[in-house]
C-alpha cells in the first residue's frame, strides 16, 4: 500500500494522488490528508474485495 501511494505521487497526473502533490506542495495540509486519509480507509477493504475475486476466479492457483 505504501508503496502504491509513493509511486502514485512521483507520476500523480490523475486520481486521489494529484491533489496529495499540489495541495502538499502548496502548504494545504488541511487539503492533503483528506485524500491520504481517503487511500488508508478505502485501501484495506478494496485490497480484501480484490483478494476475495482472486481467490473466486483463480481456482485452480496453488494454496500457500
Not at 494545504?28 to 484495506?44: E, N, Q, Y
Not at 483478494?51 to 500457500?64: C, L, N, T
Amino acid at each position: 500500500m505504501i508503496g502504491v501511494i509513493v509511486a502514485g505521487c512521483c507520476t500523480a497526473f490523475a486520481g486521489l494522488d494529484r491533489p496529495i502533490v499540489t495541495n502538499g506542495n502548496s502548504f494545504r495540509t488541511d487539503r492533503t490528508f483528506v485524500p491520504i486519509l481517503l487511500l488508508a480507509l478505502l485501501g484495506p477493504p478494496l485490497t480484501a474485495q480484490r483478494e476475495w475475486a482472486e481467490r473466486e476466479v483463480v481456482r485452480w492457483a496453488a494454496k500457500d
